[in-house]
């Protein structure tokens, strides 16, 4: 009895994760990882960036779908350890890409111009004028809390913000 009561309970979760929505796996991620539960957050954002895939291979057209993607390659980005800076770096680069696609279905959306900004001060020095100039797009749409955020952590890393 014991025994088929852990097959349907065991059952039961996978059924439950896989049930969950994109939302719902990064809101478990974010929590997870608050809370330094690392492994238990990258399960989740990698539950997000399936489930938001989903919705892209669904309809191509989706620009909040890119948008929440590349938002979970970043947070995923954010957790995985120090250790692993090449892996780090390339989910940023995918955060980005995916914004840029969501950026050219809908050249108005504010959240992929302000976290593609915000992946481009994680990748790399090329992409720094870029983080400034969706900064400030980001700005012109109605977000300006970010490009001072952007102009602060660019002038850490030395770089000339005009």
């Known amino acids: 009895m014991r025994i088929l009561?852990?097959?349907?309970?065991?059952?039961?979760?996978?059924?439950?994760?896989?049930?969950?929505?994109?939302?719902?796996?990064m809101d478990?991620?974010?929590?997870?990882?608050?809370?330094?539960?690392?492994?238990?957050?990258?399960?989740?954002?990698?539950?997000?960036?399936?489930?938001?895939?989903?919705?892209?291979e669904k309809n191509p057209r989706d620009a909040k779908a890119y948008?929440?993607?590349?938002?979970?390659?970043?947070?995923?980005?954010?957790?995985?350890?120090?250790?692993?800076?090449?892996?780090?770096?390339?989910l940023y680069k995918?955060?980005?890409?995916?914004?840029?696609a969501?950026?050219?279905?809908?050249?108005?959306?504010?959240?992929a111009y302000a976290l593609r900004a915000l992946t481009s001060t994680f990748i790399g020095e090329t992409y720094y004028e870029n983080a400034?100039?969706?900064a400030k797009r980001a700005c012109e749409l109605g977000n300006c809390d970010l490009l001072k955020l952007i102009t602060a952590r660019l002038t850490r890393l030395s770089y000339e913000v005009d």
């Open 28 to 56: 478990r991620g974010e929590k997870a990882a608050k809370n330094g539960k690392h492994q238990e957050a990258i399960k989740a954002f990698n539950i997000a960036i399936e489930k938001f895939t989903e919705v892209i």
């Open 67 to 90: 948008t929440d993607r590349g938002h979970a390659y970043f947070r995923k980005g954010a957790v995985i350890f120090k250790d692993k800076s090449e892996e780090r770096h390339e």
């Open 5 to 25: 009561l852990a097959v349907f309970l065991l059952v039961f979760a996978n059924c439950a994760v896989f049930a969950e929505s994109g939302d719902e796996a």
């Open 132 to 134: 400034i100039k969706d």
């Open 94 to 100: 995918l955060a980005n890409a995916d914004c840029a």
């Open 102 to 111: 969501a950026i050219e279905i809908d050249p108005n959306h504010t959240r």
